[in-house]
């Protein structure tokens, strides 16, 4: 049963508190409905999958989701209201399928701030722990990849501690940005904390790709323009350098590997996030 948007914002001619009640309940009643069958399709789409396809989690998808709803939702909709409802939804689903825990590292000076955020994107019954530092939280999803991811907060991010050199150590080499929290947002303005995961990014459309690496000799802009790519430095602790880059770059992009003939060093696609 779908119920087309017209009939439930015409009032009809004649209203009454009891009236009212009982279209709330009906309506109610068929979103029921609407919902198991929406589960139940879920659960079809998991019988489809393989068994070791790992994470069940696809941040791609549910941003391509989300945009197309918040492009159908009538004015009178706030967005704030369809990503909650939704990202609900999606939660769900996604227990249905794995239960995936949620490590949150860092967060200084409000360490909730980290757990809220990580909380409302994940759904009210997802399974969080604030675990420290934000390497702590990394090591994690390197005990158990398959199973959890970390949320810590924005690399370079003002007042966070100076913690994302860390990500150049060879062990977390594995490890991808695959989603920046929350979701609505854009522009320049930087997430406030991003995912990482033992999975590969993927591109939901006008992507935001980070790469670290070594700059000895600071001519990472100019390799930028020379291959073309639109991106900027963010952050430094020499040599390590922090880089945005606007559009997608997988892992094993060519044109990351072709920085190195520019005089950069070890350079690394670290992830990529797209936002509402």
Not at 104 to 115: E, I, K, L, Q, T
Not at 151 to 167: E, I, K, N, R, S
């Amino acid at each position: 049963m779908v119920i087309p948007m017209d009939d439930v914002t015409s009032p009809p001619a004649t209203d009454s508190v009891d009236s009212v009640r009982r279209e709330i309940d009906d309506l109610d009643t068929a979103m029921l409905a609407l919902l198991s069958q929406r589960q139940h399709l879920a659960d079809r789409l998991r019988g489809l999958k393989a068994p070791d396809e790992g994470l069940p989690i696809r941040p791609a998808r549910e941003v391509q989701l989300l945009r197309r709803l918040l492009g159908a939702a009538p004015g009178s909709l706030e967005r704030e209201f369809v990503v909650e409802v939704w990202r609900a939804i999606i939660g769900a689903a996604l227990r249905r399928q794995r239960v995936v825990d949620v490590y949150v590292g860092g967060g200084r000076g409000d360490p909730s701030r980290m757990f809220d955020v990580a909380r409302r994107h994940f759904g009210a019954r997802a399974r969080i722990q604030h675990v420290g530092e934000p390497q702590a939280a990394l090591v994690r999803v390197l005990d158990a990849p398959g199973s959890c991811v970390a949320v810590t907060p924005w690399p370079a991010a003002p007042g966070v501690g100076g913690w994302w050199p860390a990500l150049s150590e060879n062990r977390f080499r594995d490890l991808h940005v695959i989603a920046g929290l929350p979701l609505l947002g854009g522009g320049e303005e930087s997430p406030e904390a991003c995912v990482f995961a033992a999975s590969k990014p993927e591109a939901a459309g006008e992507d935001v790709t980070m790469l670290l690496a070594f700059d000895p000799h600071h001519r990472v802009q100019r390799a930028l323009n020379e291959l073309g790519l639109d991106g900027k430095e963010v952050a430094r602790a020499e040599p390590r350098v922090l880089l945005r880059i606007q559009g997608f770059l997988g892992v094993d992009d060519p044109r990351a590997a072709a920085l190195t003939h520019f005089g950069l060093e070890s350079v690394r696609v670290l992830g990529a996030y797209a936002r509402l």
